[in-house]
């Protein structure tokens, strides 16, 4: 009994070690679809084709606008993983409508609150002008953050969702999606920013 036992116990570990290889070597093969972490600082480079519309009322302004973008990716953090994909010194291209509303009185008055979205989608470029990625969903919100102290009112922050699909020999098959967090300062007069700071955090995954 005490020999079929140990051979018993012998052949679950061989088992286990057979297991174990096999999958390492499927792992090492590159079957898994890879996940890599996007992580970049972004600043304004440019604002124009601006439209600006005010729409005056008793208790509150509604605020219309539309504008094209150049978003610059600049320096990564520590933990981004695609400078190979998406170097320094890309560009963020998007067209935005944008619509607020502006309290005149009250705790939460002149402070922005709204939503924008994206009109005809948007396009990522390498710093030599090659199109990297593109999509055609960019959808976010003004004056919103659940995490600020004061969430009513909160002032001069922008949450954006960008999601997108590889378009270069280098970037085919990844999926593009991240959030950006934006502090801003707009004058309302001419919808012109005039004080503009970002970050983006997400994947690029295969799937």
């Given at each position: 009994m005490k020999k079929s036992a140990k051979f018993i116990g012998g052949v679950c570990i061989l088992s286990l070690l057979l297991c174990m290889q096999w999958a390492t070597a499927?792992?090492?093969?590159?079957?898994?679809?890879?996940?890599?972490?996007?992580?970049?600082?972004?600043?304004?480079?440019?604002?124009?084709?601006?439209?600006?519309?005010?729409?005056?009322?008793?208790?509150?302004?509604?605020?219309?606008?539309?504008?094209?973008?150049?978003?610059?990716?600049?320096?990564?953090?520590?933990?981004?993983?695609?400078?190979?994909?998406?170097?320094?010194?890309?560009?963020?291209?998007?067209?935005?409508?944008?619509?607020?509303?502006?309290?005149?009185?009250?705790?939460?008055?002149n402070v922005e609150r709204g939503s924008f979205y994206n009109v005809g989608g948007w396009t990522?470029?390498?710093?030599?002008?090659?199109?990297?990625?593109?999509?055609?969903?960019y959808r976010g919100t003004v004056g919103t953050n659940p995490q600020a102290s004061n969430r009513c009112c909160n002032r001069m922050h922008e949450e954006v969702f960008i999601e997108g699909k590889g378009a270069a020999s280098t970037t085919t098959g990844f999926y593009f999606r991240a959030m950006a967090v934006i502090e801003?300062?707009?004058?309302?007069?001419?919808?012109?920013?005039?004080?503009?700071?970002?970050?983006?955090?997400?994947?690029?995954?295969?799937?």
């Open positions: 499927q792992e090492g093969a590159g079957n898994c679809p890879k996940v890599m972490i996007v992580s970049k600082n972004l600043s304004l480079s440019a604002q124009g084709d601006i439209t600006c519309d005010n729409c005056i009322g008793t208790a509150y302004n509604i605020n219309r606008s539309g504008f094209t973008l150049l978003i610059k990716l600049a320096s990564p953090t520590t933990c981004d993983e695609t400078q190979n994909l998406i170097p320094p010194g890309s560009t963020l291209k998007v067209r935005i409508k944008r619509i607020t509303r502006i309290d005149k009185t009250g705790a939460c008055a990522l470029n390498g710093p030599t002008g090659a199109l990297l990625f593109q999509g055609d969903v801003e300062t707009i004058d309302l007069k001419t919808c012109k920013y005039t004080n503009w700071k970002g970050k983006l955090d997400g994947v690029l995954s295969q799937e």
